[in-house]
C-alpha cells in the first residue's frame, strides 16, 4: 500500500470512532487494491511503477472526499428532518404556527396596552408584529428541535412514534386513507398535549412575566373544577385520536364522536371565558381602561377558539371526503 492510499484512508478513519478504525481502514485498503488492480493501464510494462501511480490518483479521485466517504461509513444522517418523520413535522407545523401566532397576538397586545399610557395603533400594529414574528420563530425552532432528538435518539432499525407507517401491500386490503389517518392521529395527540399544557404555561414564556412574576397565564382564581373539566375534554379528544390510530381509515360514526366532542369543547371554553371576568391572570389585563381591555381580551379568545374549532371541522370533513371519494 502506498504513502498516498495511507495517507487518505488516514484521513477517512479519523472522522470515524476509534473502534471502528481497524475494520474499515482494512476494507477500504482492500478496496483500494482491487480497484487499481481493475484499472486497464495498472501494472503493465516498463511504466509500471508510474501507471501504478496513475491508476491509483484516479481510483482515490472516484472514492472522493475523505470526509464524505467517512460519513457514508459512519451512517450519520445529512439532514435534518428524515423522510419518515417529515409528514408529522410539517403537519404539526400546518396547526402549531397559526395557534403560537394567535396567542402571541394576544400576548403582544396585552403587553402594549398594560404598559402604553396612551394606546396608539401604529404602536399596536408594531408590538403585534414583533411578538408574532418571534413567537413563530421559537415554535419552528423549538418543534424542529423536538423532532430532531427524537429521530436521533431512536434506535437504528426502530420507529419513533413520530415516524410515519412503512407502506405495505396488505394496506390495500384495509381501510383506504389509512396511513394518512394515523398521521392526522399523531400531530391531533400532539396538539392535544400542547393545549394540555397552556393552563400551567408561565408568563416568562411569552416574555411577560415581568407583569405578573412569572405565574401561568391562566387565571389562578378559576375553579379547579373548570380546570379538571378542560382536561377531561382534552382526554376524550386524545381518546377519539387513539380510536384513529388503532383504527385507521374514516367511518361516519367516528366522524359524528369526533365533530360532537370538538364542538363541546369549543362550547366550553366559550362558556368559561364568558362565566369569569378575567381567564387570564389579573396582571396581565390593564384595569385603568374601564374594562375596555378585558372585554376585548374576551371576545377575541371566544373569536380564536370558534375560528380554531371550524378550521378544525373544515379539516376534518374535508380528510372524510378525501378517503370516501377514494373509496368511490
Request: without cysteine; hydrophobic residues 50%.
Amino acid at each position: 500500500m502506498s504513502t498516498l492510499t495511507d495517507r487518505y484512508i488516514s484521513e477517512v478513519v479519523r472522522h470515524l470512532p476509534e473502534d471502528q478504525r481497524g475494520d474499515i481502514s482494512s476494507e477500504i485498503a482492500a478496496t483500494i487494491d482491487d480497484m487499481v488492480a481493475a484499472e486497464p493501464d495498472a501494472g503493465n510494462g516498463a511504466g509500471e511503477t508510474a501507471a501504478r501511480d496513475s491508476a491509483e490518483r484516479a481510483v482515490l479521485t472516484r472514492l472522493g472526499d475523505p470526509a464524505e466517504l467517512a460519513r457514508r461509513y459512519s451512517g450519520a444522517p445529512r439532514y435534518l428532518v428524515g423522510p419518515g418523520i417529515y409528514p408529522v413535522w410539517a403537519r404539526v407545523l400546518r396547526w402549531l404556527l397559526p395557534v403560537v401566532g394567535v396567542i402571541a397576538a394576544l400576548a403582544g397586545g396585552i403587553l402594549y396596552i398594560s404598559t402604553t399610557p396612551e394606546p396608539e395603533l401604529g404602536g399596536l400594529i408594531g408590538q403585534l408584529i414583533s411578538s408574532v414574528a418571534g413567537a413563530l420563530l421559537w415554535a419552528f425552532a423549538a418543534w424542529t428541535l423536538v423532532v430532531v432528538i427524537v429521530e436521533r435518539t431512536t434506535p437504528e432499525g426502530g420507529r419513533s412514534p413520530l415516524t410515519t407507517p412503512a407502506w405495505d401491500p396488505a394496506h390495500l386490503d384495509g381501510p383506504r386513507g389509512g396511513a394518512e389517518t394515523r398521521v392526522d392521529a399523531v400531530v391531533s395527540l400532539v396538539m392535544l398535549a400542547i393545549l394540555a399544557a397552556v393552563p400551567f404555561v408561565p408568563s416568562t414564556f411569552l416574555y411577560i412575566g415581568h407583569l405578573n412574576g412569572g405565574e401561568p397565564l391562566v387565571n389562578p382564581d378559576i375553579p379547579t373544577g373548570w380546570l379538571a373539566g378542560y382536561l377531561l375534554l382534552l382526554g376524550a379528544l386524545a381518546l377519539v385520536q387513539v380510536w384513529r390510530l388503532v383504527r385507521p381509515g374514516h367511518t361516519r360514526v367516528r366522524l359524528g364522536v369526533e365533530v360532537a366532542v370538538d364542538v363541546a369543547f369549543g362550547a366550553f371554553l366559550t362558556v368559561l371565558v364568558l362565566v369569569h371576568d378575567q381567564v387570564i391572570h389579573p396582571d396581565l389585563v390593564a384595569t385603568d381602561h374601564g374594562g375596555t381591555a378585558a372585554t376585548a381580551i374576551r371576545w377575541s379568545l371566544v373569536a380564536t377558539i370558534w375560528a380554531v374549532v371550524v378550521w378544525d371541522q373544515v379539516e376534518t370533513l374535508r380528510a372524510h371526503r378525501r378517503d370516501t371519494a377514494i373509496v368511490a
